[in-house]
């Protein structure tokens, strides 16, 4: 039976579990958070040397502003952390930033954060790293629509690719596997239009416990599937 092979070029993560994570331990939701943020790190690392060409980590929803004002603030600020202490390894390691949402309602600094790695990155080709901030995918779906909308375009013409070039990923391929820690099974408003083929892995594993061995298992499991789009076993190339 054809397996799908290798690497998936486009894999996104919803890291969930920082809370649990540090609730288990008798710290703080802040310490979970911050140990959150060092395994974002690591993993950025390692699927750039297993060769991942798109990475993108769910890394504040646009529902995430219902959250307490403190811990809001602490995320965005090991987010300016980690964007000031990552910008040269992004830049040696070949990495381009992007964000997915909106970012003019993001904080001051973390525009400014974002803004900076973005423009030092922007030639960098080896991969791709997302961070989806203020996201939302129905609202992404939204606001292409409203995009398309305003072309005035003769309804034969909005085609899955006239819309998906309105998308925040516009350009990139869609997630062939999308990963959530922690043992819950949703979606969460994540990726919505991109997501149509996308295998799925769930692990119980918290977010900051989510290491390169923990990766490997996720990527594993993914070679063994067998992606379909659609058609029967028989129908796939050998
Ligand atoms: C989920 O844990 C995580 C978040 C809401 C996002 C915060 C993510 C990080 C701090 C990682 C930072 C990454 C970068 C790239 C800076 P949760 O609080 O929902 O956990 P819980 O469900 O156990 O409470």
Same mark, same amino acid.
């Given at each position: 039976?054809?397996?799908?092979?290798?690497?998936?070029?486009?894999?996104?993560?919803?890291?969930?579990?920082?809370?649990?994570?540090?609730?288990?331990?008798?710290?703080?939701?802040?310490?979970?958070?911050?140990?959150?943020?060092?395994?974002?790190?690591?993993?950025?690392?390692?699927?750039?040397?297993?060769?991942?060409?798109?990475?993108?980590?769910?890394?504040?929803?646009?529902?995430?502003?219902?959250?307490?004002?403190?811990?809001?603030?602490?995320?965005?600020?090991?987010?300016?952390?980690?964007?000031?202490?990552?910008?040269?390894?992004?830049?040696?390691?070949?990495?381009?930033? #992007?964000?997915?949402? =909106?970012? !003019?309602?993001?904080?001051? %600094?973390? /525009? *400014?954060?974002?803004?900076?790695?973005?423009?030092?990155?922007?030639?960098?080709?080896?991969?791709?790293?997302?961070?989806?901030?203020?996201?939302?995918?129905?609202?992404?779906?939204?606001?292409?629509?409203?995009?398309?909308?305003?072309?005035?375009?003769?309804?034969?013409?909005?085609?899955?690719?006239?819309?998906?070039?309105?998308?925040?990923?516009?350009?990139?391929?869609?997630?062939?596997?999308?990963?959530?820690?922690?043992?819950?099974?949703?979606?969460?408003?994540?990726?919505?239009?991109?997501?149509?083929?996308?295998?799925?892995?769930?692990?119980?594993?918290?977010?900051?416990?989510?290491? #390169?061995?923990?990766? =490997?298992? !996720?990527?594993?499991?993914? %070679?063994? /599937? *067998?992606?379909?789009?659609?058609?029967?076993?028989?129908?796939?190339?050998?």
């Amino acid at each position: 039976m054809p397996r799908s092979t290798g690497i998936p070029a486009h894999i996104a993560i919803i890291m969930d579990g920082n809370g649990r994570w540090a609730q288990k331990r008798g710290l703080s939701r802040s310490e979970g958070h911050c140990a959150g943020t060092r395994t974002a790190k690591d993993i950025v690392t390692r699927c750039r040397e297993l060769g991942v060409r798109h990475l993108t980590l769910y890394t504040f929803s646009r529902e995430n502003w219902s959250r307490p004002k403190d811990e809001i603030g602490l995320i965005f600020d090991l987010l300016v952390q980690y964007l000031r202490g990552e910008l040269q390894n992004l830049v040696e390691q070949d990495i381009h930033l #992007a964000v997915l949402g =909106e970012m !003019a309602d993001l904080p001051f %600094a973390a /525009r *400014q954060a974002l803004s900076l790695v973005m423009q030092k990155t922007a030639d960098c080709r080896t991969m791709t790293l997302n961070l989806a901030l203020n996201y939302s995918g129905r609202e992404e779906i939204l606001r292409a629509a409203r995009a398309l909308a305003a072309k005035n375009l003769p309804p034969e013409a909005i085609t899955e690719t006239a819309f998906a070039d309105e998308l925040y990923t516009k350009g990139q391929p869609d997630p062939d596997l999308i990963i959530r820690t922690s043992g819950e099974l949703r979606l969460s408003n994540y990726l919505l239009f991109q997501a149509a083929y996308a295998e799925f892995y769930f692990t119980d594993t918290l977010w900051p416990d989510f290491d #390169a061995a923990e990766l =490997e298992r !996720a990527l594993a499991d993914y %070679a063994g /599937r *067998q992606r379909r789009f659609g058609r029967t076993g028989e129908q796939l190339p050998a």
